[in-house]
Structure formats: structure tokens, C-alpha cells
């Protein structure tokens, strides 16, 4: 386990999967990351590449050749190195090698860094692409955050507060794990003069039931933030996604965390080809370049 701090904050990462396993704010002694309990999901942020989400049949097809890889990736399983380690921040670093070749056919550096700015956490995902020709990927997190943050308070009294009002067009999951082929509305419309009208709001109430049917899976909307909060705490988080296409809300049957999962990929449609270079939000980076995005989260 390595750990960065400042005044502010106390971050732990562990070295297999580069993941996040605590994130503690020092002046309200909170904790706000998931404590990865096995009972219900023992995963606190696992990283996801080189794809997000599922594959039909947990299989692609690039250049005529069929693989195999598990739902997100196998970057999550993997021991990174650490490239470089400073006081309030730190690199992780995941190379391609014989194994992941066998699966992922692409010659790649996948760095991630983590770097405290006093009460906001960056994490940043670099991929280089180390081949001769184009690498085709997805990446994204799934930060797991703990509600409540106080023993006082309960898992319904907390909201997700979105910069902007959005019509919350909802991608449903099947039984797979993959993309249906239309979104549907997660709020019943209001009903003006006889007539269905969508509903705005740039809030979600946490319960729950919210998500039995799986994750919440969002394309393309307009906010690139959000505040999870409740009315009745002076505390907060804000995580920021800008850059990030797709957004995932999901939290495990029963248990007390939300996860905000921004994403530049997401999983396989029920009717894709299954042909790599087709698969929707796919990001295509030439050889020698280099692919950047990263998110933040704000803790108050």
C-alpha cells in the first residue's frame, strides 16, 4: 500500500490495480472511499481497461483473430510498478508484456497518476501507444464512495446534485451485462394538459431500489459534474468528469456506496458486430501517441 497526504487529505493506493483504497479528509476525521467489504463488493476503485464495461460473449474480434477479456479490462488485476513517488503525489505504471498480449494485441504504456491540489484528489489516466499502428481502447474509473459519511445519517438522505438539468435518458443493461439498443427515461413523465412531458432535474435521490436493475448508464450529458450530498451535512464531495463520454452510477444490492464512474468506452451493444474497431466510444490512438483524460474529486 503507498499513500500521498498534505494538510488536507490522507490517500492510500494499492499496488494491484493501481487502485484508490481510502480517501480521508484530515479536519472532519471522514472517510470517504468504501471500505471494499466482501460481503457486498470488494472493490473500492478498480481501473478499467483496456475496455469498460462487458464484451458480447466476453469476446472481440480485431483483424480476424478472436480474444478473450473479462468485463473492464484486465488492468484491475494487474501488480503496477511505481514510476515515481513525491509527498502529495504519485505514479503508477502498467506495460504490456508477453500475457497481455496474448489477450490484447497492442504494445502500450498505461500510467496513472494521482496528485493531491489541498482538498481536491486529480487522477490521471496516460496511454502511450507503443506499436506501429493505430491501439484501439477504453478506459475509466469506478470510484466507489461510502453513504453516509456520518454514522448519524442514512443512505437516503443523500442526493446526487448535477451541474446542469438533464433529462436522464438511461441506458439499460441485459441480463449480460450489455447495452440495450434505446435508452429509456429514468423518471416517469409529468403529465401537462394531457400530454407527457419529460422530466428535468438535476437531481438523483439516492435509495436503495435505485439499483436493482443494475447501473445507471448515462451518454452524453450535459454536466461535466456532480455533487454527491446531503441536506442535512455541511460535508460533500464534488467529482468532476469532464472529457468522460459515458457515466456510470451503480452501487452493489444493499450496500452503503454510490459509485461515480466516469468512462471513454462503455460495454458492448446487445447487437454489436463484435469487430474492435467498431465498438461504440472506441478511442483510436496512432502509434507513438499519447492519450490523456482525468478526473477530480472535491472533498468539503
Not at 506499436?131 to 464512495?145: I, T, V
Not at 455541511?234 to 457515466?247: E, Q, T, Y
Request: proline share 4%; with cysteine; hydrophobic share 40%.
Amino acid at each position: 500500500m503507498f499513500t500521498i497526504e498534505n494538510e488536507y487529505l490522507g490517500v492510500s493506493i494499492n499496488l494491484k490495480g493501481a487502485e484508490l483504497t481510502s480517501l480521508f479528509h484530515k479536519d472532519s476525521q471522514i472517510e470517504y472511499m468504501w471500505s471494499a467489504d466482501p460481503n457486498f463488493w470488494a472493490k473500492s476503485s478498480p481501473v478499467l481497461f483496456p475496455i469498460v464495461g462487458g464484451l458480447k460473449e466476453n469476446i472481440y474480434v480485431f483483424e480476424g483473430k478472436v480474444y478473450n477479456l473479462p468485463r473492464h479490462g484486465f488492468a484491475r488485476d494487474h501488480i503496477f510498478e511505481v514510476e515515481d513517488h513525491w509527498d502529495d503525489g504519485i505514479s503508477f505504471l502498467l506495460r504490456s508484456d508477453e500475457n497481455t498480449l496474448k489477450v490484447y494485441p497492442f504494445d502500450f504504456e498505461f500510467r496513472l497518476v494521482y496528485e493531491l491540489y489541498a482538498n481536491l484528489l486529480s487522477v490521471t489516466y496516460h496511454v502511450t501507444n507503443l506499436g506501429e499502428n493505430d491501439m484501439y481502447f477504453s478506459l475509466g474509473g469506478h470510484p466507489a464512495f461510502a453513504v453516509p459519511f456520518q454514522k448519524d445519517l442514512t443512505y437516503e438522505d443523500f442526493y446526487l446534485e448535477f451541474e446542469h438539468e438533464e433529462n436522464f435518458q438511461r441506458w439499460g443493461l441485459s441480463d449480460q451485462g450489455l447495452v440495450l439498443e434505446a435508452p429509456e427515461p429514468l423518471f416517469e413523465a409529468k403529465i401537462i394538459d394531457e400530454e407527457a412531458v419529460e422530466i428535468e432535474t438535476n437531481r438523483i435521490l439516492l435509495t436503495k431500489e435505485l439499483f436493482q436493475q443494475d447501473a445507471l448508464v448515462f451518454k452524453e450529458l450535459q454536466s461535466t459534474n456532480v455533487t454527491l450530498k446531503s441536506d442535512k451535512s455541511k460535508h460533500s464531495l464534488k467529482f468532476d468528469f469532464a472529457g468522460f463520454p459515458f457515466l456510470g452510477v451503480w452501487a452493489a444490492k444493499n450496500a452503503d456506496f454510490v459509485c461515480i464512474e466516469p468512462w471513454c468506452g462503455i460495454a458492448d451493444s446487445v447487437n454489436h458486430t463484435q469487430e474492435l474497431t467498431e465498438k461504440e466510444g472506441i478511442n483510436v490512438l496512432a502509434a507513438g501517441d499519447v492519450f490523456e483524460r482525468a478526473w477530480a474529486v472535491k472533498l468539503n
